[in-house]
Protein backbone atom coordinates (compact mmCIF):
# COMPACT_ATOMS: atom_id res chain seq x y z
CA UNK A 1 0.00 0.00 0.00
CA UNK A 2 3.57 2.30 0.48
CA UNK A 3 3.69 2.24 -3.13
CA UNK A 4 0.78 3.75 -4.36
CA UNK A 5 1.39 7.52 -2.49
CA UNK A 6 4.78 7.13 -4.65
CA UNK A 7 3.53 6.22 -7.77
CA UNK A 8 0.66 9.07 -7.41
CA UNK A 9 3.77 11.59 -6.78
CA UNK A 10 5.63 10.32 -9.51
CA UNK A 11 2.72 10.17 -12.05
CA UNK A 12 1.78 14.17 -10.84
CA UNK A 13 5.57 15.00 -11.47
CA UNK A 14 5.34 13.82 -14.82
CA UNK A 15 2.26 15.67 -15.84
CA UNK A 16 3.78 18.66 -14.25
CA UNK A 17 6.85 18.13 -16.19
CA UNK A 18 5.35 17.48 -19.44
CA UNK A 19 2.84 20.70 -18.69
CA UNK A 20 5.77 23.18 -17.99
CA UNK A 21 7.71 21.74 -21.48
CA UNK A 22 4.00 22.59 -23.15
CA UNK A 23 4.60 26.28 -21.97
CA UNK A 24 8.15 26.71 -23.01
CA UNK A 25 7.34 24.92 -26.45
CA UNK A 26 4.20 27.34 -26.76
CA UNK A 27 6.36 30.19 -26.19
CA UNK A 28 4.02 31.16 -23.01
CA UNK A 29 5.94 32.99 -20.11
CA UNK A 30 9.17 31.57 -18.73
CA UNK A 31 8.14 32.02 -15.18
CA UNK A 32 5.43 29.54 -15.66
CA UNK A 33 7.56 26.77 -17.09
CA UNK A 34 10.16 27.50 -13.77
CA UNK A 35 7.52 27.36 -11.83
CA UNK A 36 5.48 23.98 -12.57
CA UNK A 37 9.58 22.57 -13.64
CA UNK A 38 10.62 22.96 -9.77
CA UNK A 39 7.34 21.90 -8.38
CA UNK A 40 7.71 18.58 -10.60
CA UNK A 41 11.52 18.22 -9.39
CA UNK A 42 10.33 18.73 -5.69
CA UNK A 43 7.53 15.76 -6.09
CA UNK A 44 10.25 13.67 -8.41
CA UNK A 45 12.57 14.13 -5.37
CA UNK A 46 10.57 13.15 -2.61
CA UNK A 47 9.13 10.00 -4.74
CA UNK A 48 12.50 8.44 -4.20
CA UNK A 49 12.64 5.67 -1.07
CA UNK A 50 16.30 6.94 0.17
CA UNK A 51 17.50 6.87 3.86
CA UNK A 52 17.44 10.06 5.97
CA UNK A 53 21.47 10.14 6.01
CA UNK A 54 21.07 9.83 2.22
CA UNK A 55 20.76 13.65 1.92
CA UNK A 56 23.65 14.09 -0.67
CA UNK A 57 21.58 11.92 -3.37
CA UNK A 58 18.53 13.60 -3.11
CA UNK A 59 20.54 17.01 -4.00
CA UNK A 60 22.53 14.81 -6.67
CA UNK A 61 18.55 13.73 -7.97
CA UNK A 62 17.74 17.82 -7.76
CA UNK A 63 20.50 19.06 -10.04
CA UNK A 64 19.51 16.16 -12.42
CA UNK A 65 15.96 16.91 -12.29
CA UNK A 66 16.38 20.61 -12.51
CA UNK A 67 19.10 21.26 -15.26
CA UNK A 68 18.03 18.47 -17.65
CA UNK A 69 14.45 19.02 -17.93
CA UNK A 70 11.38 16.40 -18.57
CA UNK A 71 14.16 14.09 -19.58
CA UNK A 72 16.09 13.71 -16.12
CA UNK A 73 12.53 12.92 -14.83
CA UNK A 74 12.06 10.62 -17.34
CA UNK A 75 15.05 8.48 -17.80
CA UNK A 76 15.23 8.23 -13.83
CA UNK A 77 11.73 6.87 -13.30
CA UNK A 78 12.58 4.42 -16.63
CA UNK A 79 15.81 3.18 -15.21
CA UNK A 80 14.06 0.93 -12.68
CA UNK A 81 12.19 -0.73 -15.31
CA UNK A 82 15.06 -0.71 -18.07
CA UNK A 83 17.31 -2.64 -15.14
CA UNK A 84 15.05 -5.28 -14.23
CA UNK A 85 15.23 -6.72 -17.87
CA UNK A 86 18.75 -6.14 -17.94
CA UNK A 87 21.25 -9.81 -18.29
CA UNK A 88 22.20 -10.14 -14.65
CA UNK A 89 25.96 -9.11 -14.76
CA UNK A 90 28.05 -12.56 -14.57
CA UNK A 91 30.81 -12.32 -11.01
CA UNK A 92 34.34 -13.37 -11.72
CA UNK A 93 35.96 -14.68 -8.36
CA UNK A 94 38.80 -12.25 -7.56
CA UNK A 95 40.85 -15.79 -5.85
CA UNK A 96 41.46 -19.21 -7.29
CA UNK A 97 41.59 -21.78 -5.16
CA UNK A 98 44.90 -23.61 -4.66
CA UNK A 99 45.49 -26.84 -3.35
CA UNK A 100 46.51 -27.21 0.35
CA UNK A 101 50.07 -27.76 1.06
CA UNK A 102 51.39 -30.89 3.15
CA UNK A 103 53.32 -29.53 5.85
CA UNK A 104 55.47 -32.14 8.05
CA UNK A 105 55.63 -31.48 11.39
CA UNK A 106 58.62 -31.38 13.83
CA UNK A 107 59.48 -34.27 16.17
CA UNK A 108 57.66 -33.90 19.69
CA UNK A 109 60.14 -32.97 22.30
CA UNK A 110 60.43 -35.74 25.18
CA UNK A 111 58.28 -33.89 27.67
CA UNK A 112 54.93 -35.08 26.46
CA UNK A 113 53.05 -32.42 28.38
CA UNK A 114 54.64 -29.41 25.99
CA UNK A 115 53.91 -29.57 22.61
CA UNK A 116 56.99 -27.91 19.68
CA UNK A 117 54.40 -25.48 18.32
CA UNK A 118 53.54 -24.72 21.69
CA UNK A 119 57.22 -24.15 23.05
CA UNK A 120 57.81 -20.51 21.82
CA UNK A 121 54.18 -19.32 23.20
CA UNK A 122 54.94 -21.12 26.54
CA UNK A 123 58.26 -19.48 27.24
CA UNK A 124 57.61 -16.12 25.99
CA UNK A 125 53.78 -15.97 27.88
CA UNK A 126 53.55 -13.95 31.08
CA UNK A 127 50.41 -16.04 31.78
CA UNK A 128 51.70 -19.44 31.86
CA UNK A 129 53.05 -20.51 35.71
CA UNK A 130 56.84 -20.02 35.58
CA UNK A 131 57.54 -23.48 35.99
CA UNK A 132 56.18 -24.49 33.08
CA UNK A 133 58.23 -21.88 31.10
CA UNK A 134 61.06 -23.33 32.60
CA UNK A 135 60.20 -26.85 31.94
CA UNK A 136 59.50 -25.50 28.43
CA UNK A 137 62.40 -23.38 28.27
CA UNK A 138 64.30 -26.98 29.01
CA UNK A 139 63.14 -28.69 26.34
CA UNK A 140 64.85 -26.43 23.88
CA UNK A 141 68.01 -28.42 24.90
CA UNK A 142 67.67 -31.53 22.70
CA UNK A 143 66.84 -29.22 19.32
CA UNK A 144 68.96 -27.60 16.63
CA UNK A 145 70.51 -24.61 17.81
CA UNK A 146 69.50 -23.44 14.25
CA UNK A 147 65.89 -23.34 15.52
CA UNK A 148 66.46 -22.36 19.13
CA UNK A 149 68.87 -19.83 19.61
CA UNK A 150 66.58 -16.97 18.28
CA UNK A 151 63.72 -18.21 20.83
CA UNK A 152 66.82 -17.86 23.30
CA UNK A 153 67.66 -14.69 22.34
CA UNK A 154 64.12 -13.38 23.05
CA UNK A 155 63.90 -14.92 26.33
CA UNK A 156 67.33 -12.56 27.52
CA UNK A 157 64.89 -10.00 28.02
CA UNK A 158 62.94 -11.86 30.18
CA UNK A 159 61.10 -10.58 33.58
CA UNK A 160 61.82 -13.86 34.65
CA UNK A 161 65.40 -14.31 36.67
CA UNK A 162 65.53 -17.89 36.68
CA UNK A 163 64.13 -18.27 33.00
CA UNK A 164 66.68 -15.32 31.56
CA UNK A 165 69.80 -17.19 33.35
CA UNK A 166 68.64 -20.53 31.54
CA UNK A 167 68.49 -19.10 28.58
CA UNK A 168 71.85 -17.40 28.83
CA UNK A 169 73.14 -20.46 30.19
CA UNK A 170 72.11 -22.71 27.29
CA UNK A 171 73.10 -19.98 24.95
CA UNK A 172 76.29 -19.69 26.08
CA UNK A 173 76.96 -22.93 26.15
CA UNK A 174 76.89 -23.30 22.54
CA UNK A 175 78.57 -20.57 22.01
CA UNK A 176 81.69 -21.42 23.62
CA UNK A 177 81.27 -25.44 22.39
CA UNK A 178 82.29 -23.78 18.85
CA UNK A 179 84.41 -21.10 20.48
CA UNK A 180 86.43 -23.54 22.02
CA UNK A 181 86.83 -25.60 18.94
CA UNK A 182 87.61 -22.63 17.31
CA UNK A 183 90.67 -22.27 19.59
CA UNK A 184 91.75 -25.65 19.33
CA UNK A 185 91.68 -25.15 15.52
CA UNK A 186 93.78 -22.11 14.89
CA UNK A 187 96.30 -23.52 17.30
CA UNK A 188 96.91 -26.15 14.82
CA UNK A 189 96.50 -23.93 11.66
CA UNK A 190 99.40 -22.11 13.16
CA UNK A 191 101.14 -24.95 13.91
CA UNK A 192 100.85 -26.56 10.10
CA UNK A 193 101.58 -23.26 8.27
CA UNK A 194 104.49 -23.42 10.28
CA UNK A 195 105.93 -27.31 9.74
CA UNK A 196 104.97 -26.32 5.81
CA UNK A 197 103.04 -29.73 6.23
CA UNK A 198 100.55 -29.32 3.31
CA UNK A 199 98.09 -31.85 3.54
CA UNK A 200 97.54 -30.79 7.32
CA UNK A 201 97.74 -27.59 6.76
CA UNK A 202 94.64 -28.09 3.90
CA UNK A 203 92.30 -30.00 6.76
CA UNK A 204 92.78 -27.44 9.25
CA UNK A 205 91.67 -24.75 6.97
CA UNK A 206 88.79 -26.62 6.38
CA UNK A 207 87.60 -27.24 9.80
CA UNK A 208 88.04 -23.73 10.59
CA UNK A 209 86.11 -22.60 7.52
CA UNK A 210 83.35 -25.53 8.62
CA UNK A 211 83.58 -24.04 12.29
CA UNK A 212 82.99 -20.40 10.96
CA UNK A 213 80.20 -21.75 8.68
CA UNK A 214 78.34 -23.09 11.74
CA UNK A 215 78.71 -19.89 13.27
CA UNK A 216 76.29 -18.83 10.89
CA UNK A 217 73.87 -21.59 10.50
CA UNK A 218 73.50 -21.87 13.75
CA UNK A 219 72.65 -18.00 13.86
CA UNK A 220 74.84 -17.61 16.81
CA UNK A 221 76.82 -15.03 14.86
CA UNK A 222 74.66 -11.46 14.02
CA UNK A 223 75.43 -8.34 12.50
CA UNK A 224 79.02 -7.41 12.35
CA UNK A 225 80.01 -10.61 13.89
CA UNK A 226 78.40 -12.50 11.10
CA UNK A 227 79.68 -10.47 8.25
CA UNK A 228 83.62 -11.17 10.17
CA UNK A 229 82.07 -14.93 10.46
CA UNK A 230 81.82 -15.21 6.42
CA UNK A 231 84.85 -13.15 5.97
CA UNK A 232 86.69 -15.54 7.97
CA UNK A 233 85.09 -18.57 6.19
CA UNK A 234 86.07 -17.78 2.65
CA UNK A 235 89.39 -16.75 3.91
CA UNK A 236 90.29 -20.32 5.02
CA UNK A 237 87.78 -22.22 2.53
CA UNK A 238 90.10 -20.29 -0.02
CA UNK A 239 92.84 -21.38 1.36
CA UNK A 240 91.79 -25.08 2.07
CA UNK A 241 91.39 -24.95 -2.05
CA UNK A 242 94.35 -23.69 -2.94
CA UNK A 243 95.85 -26.82 -1.63
CA UNK A 244 92.44 -29.25 -2.77
CA UNK A 245 91.56 -27.69 -5.44
CA UNK A 246 89.72 -30.91 -6.73
CA UNK A 247 88.19 -31.22 -3.42
CA UNK A 248 84.15 -31.53 -4.11
CA UNK A 249 82.90 -30.45 -0.87
CA UNK A 250 84.70 -27.43 -0.62
CA UNK A 251 83.19 -25.94 -3.16
CA UNK A 252 79.92 -27.02 -2.20
CA UNK A 253 80.25 -24.81 1.20
CA UNK A 254 82.00 -22.07 -1.16
CA UNK A 255 78.52 -21.78 -2.91
CA UNK A 256 76.71 -21.97 0.27
CA UNK A 257 78.81 -18.82 1.29
CA UNK A 258 78.41 -16.89 -1.65
CA UNK A 259 74.63 -17.39 -2.06
CA UNK A 260 74.40 -16.28 1.54
CA UNK A 261 76.40 -13.19 0.71
CA UNK A 262 74.72 -12.80 -2.41
CA UNK A 263 76.80 -13.73 -4.95
CA UNK A 264 74.99 -15.38 -6.74
CA UNK A 265 77.23 -15.89 -9.98
CA UNK A 266 80.37 -16.74 -7.79
CA UNK A 267 77.80 -19.32 -6.16
CA UNK A 268 76.81 -20.42 -9.62
CA UNK A 269 80.50 -20.78 -10.54
CA UNK A 270 81.46 -23.10 -7.27
CA UNK A 271 78.45 -25.51 -7.22
CA UNK A 272 79.42 -26.22 -11.05
CA UNK A 273 82.44 -27.33 -10.05
CA UNK A 274 81.64 -29.27 -7.26
CA UNK A 275 79.69 -31.09 -9.78
CA UNK A 276 82.42 -31.18 -12.06
CA UNK A 277 84.71 -32.73 -9.02
CA UNK A 278 82.19 -35.68 -9.01
CA UNK A 279 79.59 -33.93 -6.09
CA UNK A 280 76.06 -35.71 -6.72
CA UNK A 281 74.14 -33.20 -8.81
CA UNK A 282 70.96 -34.04 -6.72
CA UNK A 283 72.44 -32.59 -3.43
CA UNK A 284 73.28 -29.69 -5.40
CA UNK A 285 70.46 -29.03 -7.49
CA UNK A 286 68.46 -27.56 -4.93
CA UNK A 287 70.64 -24.70 -4.22
CA UNK A 288 70.91 -24.31 -8.52
CA UNK A 289 66.79 -24.18 -8.39
CA UNK A 290 67.10 -21.29 -5.69
CA UNK A 291 69.76 -19.12 -8.08
CA UNK A 292 67.64 -19.68 -10.73
CA UNK A 293 64.35 -18.19 -8.96
CA UNK A 294 66.54 -15.32 -7.42
CA UNK A 295 67.50 -14.49 -11.40
CA UNK A 296 63.68 -14.87 -11.91
CA UNK A 297 64.09 -17.67 -14.32
CA UNK A 298 60.76 -19.37 -13.03
CA UNK A 299 60.99 -21.47 -15.94
CA UNK A 300 64.45 -22.74 -15.19
CA UNK A 301 63.29 -23.18 -11.61
CA UNK A 302 60.78 -25.27 -12.47
CA UNK A 303 63.04 -27.46 -14.66
CA UNK A 304 65.67 -28.12 -11.89
CA UNK A 305 63.09 -29.35 -9.09
CA UNK A 306 61.12 -31.19 -11.68
CA UNK A 307 64.49 -33.12 -12.38
CA UNK A 308 64.34 -33.64 -8.69
CA UNK A 309 61.36 -35.69 -8.86
CA UNK A 310 62.43 -39.06 -9.29
CA UNK A 311 65.94 -38.46 -7.61
CA UNK A 312 65.67 -37.32 -4.03
CA UNK A 313 63.94 -39.08 -1.31
CA UNK A 314 64.06 -36.07 1.52
CA UNK A 315 60.10 -35.21 2.44
CA UNK A 316 60.94 -31.28 2.35
CA UNK A 317 62.20 -31.57 -1.24
CA UNK A 318 58.74 -33.47 -2.51
CA UNK A 319 56.54 -30.98 -0.50
CA UNK A 320 58.74 -27.97 -2.91
CA UNK A 321 58.45 -30.49 -5.90
CA UNK A 322 54.75 -30.74 -5.23
CA UNK A 323 54.56 -26.92 -4.82
CA UNK A 324 56.46 -26.38 -8.05
CA UNK A 325 54.37 -28.64 -10.08
CA UNK A 326 50.74 -27.32 -9.21
CA UNK A 327 52.33 -23.35 -9.39
CA UNK A 328 53.80 -23.54 -13.16
Known amino acids: MRIL ?16 LLTLLTNQHIALFWELHILATAL ?50 VFESVPPLLVQMPRTPRDPQIRHGQTGR ?17 SLQDMPTRHTSGL ?5 GDTLDDLRLLAYGMLEQREKALASQLQRQLERYQEAVEQHDEARHAAVARSLAEIYWEMIYQNLALGDMRDYAAEQ ?21 NGRLRLMQGDHTGAQGAFMA ?13 YLAELAFLRHDYEKTRQLIADLHQETRMPQMQQIIRFWETAL
Open 5 to 20: PKLNLTLLALGLESLA
Open 44 to 93: ATFSVSLPGHRWHDRLLHIGIFIFVPFLGILAFLAGPWVIRFLPARQVIP
Open 122 to 138: LILSSRVPDHVRMKALL
Open 152 to 156: LRDSL
Open 233 to 253: ALHYLNDALRLQVRDAGLWVL
Open 274 to 286: AIAMGFPRVRVQP
